[in-house]
């Protein structure tokens, strides 16, 4: 058994600076339950990030101690202070035990295990299921194979389609190696069934709760897009949006700018950068860009599962223009709570619709608030967790 964790656990990745705070200790009494994933959560640069935080924080609501193994090594202030908060055990961070010798003194112990991505999960299944008796939820995050599928079958990448059907090939073994399968949408849930899964497939989506606050369009302006320059789904999207969907909105809504929100390279800075379209990068703090904003804009064009961006941006009221991929997942209905459209030529005309429509905003905006409330908020996101554990 110490040879397969030798041989299966990656060496930590040195972090450059101390945590701020110490770590403290969960495995002495309680329930345990360990989660592992890529990275430590860091709700400010992430959608995930803030699903597996809120998973987090309802687990520690439930009652179970908690460990946290990041598969990066890697330990960043923001994730140290949220997990210190929560009272979870660290693993694998710079001046923990790897996980192989944590095993070793509190595997016996560990009742539940949230194993995330398939990449993280393929190396740490073998282990844990020679040292621990827990029940194993795989935690897709989203079906990765299926968003490189589709940027696949985008840009025409044979490379790409290999790697897809790789990953596609992964995730279904570890969907029958493991106790039970996590999914953030009811589509990815049928989509896995009509595939002839067998095993027990969940759905936990992301996790938002409504900020109460009286919305009117007059106090707004501008466009929003958010999302990470290093998600590739995200580059896709402001590419489209900044040369084919700008130049339509230019000439229908004069004068509207366009925002994008989230960390991207300076050369790209530089590069989307216009007198109309203001490239913020990464920002301390998000409210202040959905409050103000008159639209938000999700031009997705591949990926999967469901995307945070909207549920953000719903969740303060604010109203999406989407495509049919970003609307996947999300219980949107065109012309109800969103507006979904699918070429530039439409999704241009959308946005200058809404734009200069009262009456449609605040309908959309009130519309908005309620899909979060039936589908997204933390008392689903709690039942659906509480059921999915092992049962005390």
Same mark, same amino acid.
């Given at each position: ?38 990275? =430590? ?69 560990? +009742? ?19 040292? =621990?008796?827990?029940? /194993? ?43 039970? =399968? ?31 606050? +009286?919305?009117?369009? +007059? ?57 109309? /379209? ?16 008159? /639209? ?13 961006? /909207? ?26 709570n969103a507006l979904i459209a699918d070429s530039a030529e439409a999704f241009a005309a959308e946005v200058a619709r809404l734009h200069d429509d ?25 039942? =659906? ?8």
């Amino acid at each position: 058994m110490q040879a397969i964790g030798r041989r299966m656990q990656p060496h930590p990745v040195a972090s450059t600076k101390p945590a701020p705070v110490p770590p403290r200790s969960a495995s002495g009494s309680g329930r345990l339950l360990l989660f592992i994933d890529l990275a =430590t959560p860091t709700p400010s640069r992430d959608s995930g990030s803030v699903r597996a935080h809120r998973i987090l924080q309802l687990a520690h609501e439930l009652g179970w101690s908690l460990a946290f193994m990041p598969d990066n090594g890697q330990l960043p202030d923001e994730s140290a202070r949220l997990l210190h908060a929560l009272d979870i055990e660290l693993v694998g961070t710079p001046g923990q035990p790897r996980l192989d010798r944590w095993l070793q003194h509190h595997g016996h112990r560990v +009742e539940a295990v949230f194993l995330c991505r398939h990449q993280v999960a393929r190396r740490h299944l073998q282990l844990l299921r020679a040292f =621990t008796p827990a029940r /194993i939820i795989f935690d897709t995050v989203d079906l990765h194979h299926v968003r490189l599928e589709r940027a696949a079958q985008l840009h025409e990448d044979a490379t790409l389609l290999k790697q897809a059907r790789q990953a596609r090939a992964e995730e279904f073994q570890l969907i029958a190696e493991t106790d039970a =399968t996590v999914v953030v949408s009811h589509a990815e849930r049928e989509y896995l069934q009509q595939a002839g899964v067998a095993q027990p497939v969940v759905v936990l989506s992301n996790i938002h709760d409504v900020v109460v606050a +009286e919305r009117h369009i +007059e106090n707004t302006a501008g466009l929003l897009f958010v999302g990470g320059y290093q998600h590739h789904p995200n580059r896709e999207a402001i590419a489209w949006l900044v040369q084919d969907i700008m130049p339509l909105l230019r000439k229908s809504v004069p004068g509207a700018v366009l925002h994008l929100v989230g960390e991207m390279p300076q050369a790209d800075v530089a590069r989307l950068a216009a007198p109309d /379209i203001i490239v913020h990068g990464h920002v301390p703090a998000i409210e202040p860009f959905l409050r103000d904003s008159r /639209i938000n804009l999700a031009p997705l064009r591949s990926g999967a599962g469901v995307k945070g961006k /909207i549920n953000q941006a719903m969740s303060h009221g604010l109203p999406v223009v989407a495509t049919s991929i970003a609307a996947e997942g999300m219980f949107l209905r065109h012309g109800e709570n969103a507006l979904i459209a699918d070429s530039a030529e439409a999704f241009a005309a959308e946005v200058a619709r809404l734009h200069d429509d009262p009456a449609l905003w605040q309908q959309l905006s009130l519309n908005g608030y309620r899909n979060i409330e039936e589908h997204f908020s933390s008392n689903l996101a709690r039942r =659906t967790l509480a059921a999915l554990l092992p049962p005390d």
